[in-house]
Every structure is written in structure tokens, then in C-alpha cells.
């Protein structure tokens, strides 16, 4: 499965962005996929992510309301539309996929990745 992420770029406070994820490949063989984020200096954190066979949609507490997690399966894209972004949003943000179960939030179960885009939110 291969990963490409974009749409990252310099925003207001308050203001939105909308990030893809075009997948391609043995998607089929997908479990889980979704959004995380790594800020300077810190851990990379769980933002959003649904099961690939479709049902609810799980977010983080510090984007839930604000934040959207959605699949276009015609256009083999995955998007995570950022709305009222806050200076803590800045990030670089990885979409992610995983094949097998596990913990939908726990980074460690996504073996495929993109390769990140940024997010720079200013106040």
C-alpha cells in the first residue's frame, strides 16, 4: 500500500485546511486508516481514523468538533478537513493504514505511511 498526503500549508487562526491522502495498491487487504501528527519535540499523536470496512469514525479529544475525517473511494483519497485551527494544530500530519487489529489510536498498529505534510497554524 502506498501513502501520498498533501494540502499542508500556512494558516490563521481560525481559519481551515483541508488535507488529502491518495492511497493506492493492495488496499483491500487494509484494516484501519487515519490521521496522526508530530509537533517539534513531541510524540507522534492518534488525530483521526476509521475502520476500512466502513462504520464510525473515532478522533482525538483535542480536534473532536473541529475536525473531519472522510474517504472518497472513487477517487482513492482520504481527507481530514481542518476546520477553526488553533496555534497547537502546528504539526507535521501522516496519514496512515494498518492491515491487521489492533488499537485504532496506537500508532504502532499503522504499517504503511505517508510522508507527512505540514500544518503551521499562526495566531
Known amino acids: 500500500v502506498q501513502l501520498q498526503a498533501s494540502g499542508g500549508g500556512l494558516v490563521q487562526a481560525g481559519g481551515s485546511l483541508r488535507l488529502s491522502c491518495e492511497y493506492s495498491g493492495r488496499t483491500f487487504t487494509l484494516y484501519r486508516m487515519g490521521w496522526f501528527r508530530q509537533a517539534p519535540g513531541k510524540e507522534r499523536e492518534f488525530v483521526a481514523a476509521?475502520?476500512?470496512?466502513?462504520?464510525?469514525?473515532f478522533y482525538a479529544d483535542s480536534v473532536k468538533g473541529r475536525f473531519t475525517i472522510s474517504r472518497d473511494n472513487a477517487k482513492s483519497t482520504m481527507y481530514l478537513q481542518m476546520n477553526s485551527l488553533k496555534p497547537d494544530d502546528t504539526a507535521v500530519y501522516y496519514c496512515a493504514a494498518g492491515s491487521s487489529p489492533g488499537l485504532l489510536p496506537r500508532a504502532s498498529a499503522y504499517e504503511y505511511w505517508g510522508q507527512g505534510t505540514q500544518v503551521t497554524v499562526s495566531s
Open positions: 476509521f475502520y476500512w470496512s466502513g462504520g464510525s469514525t
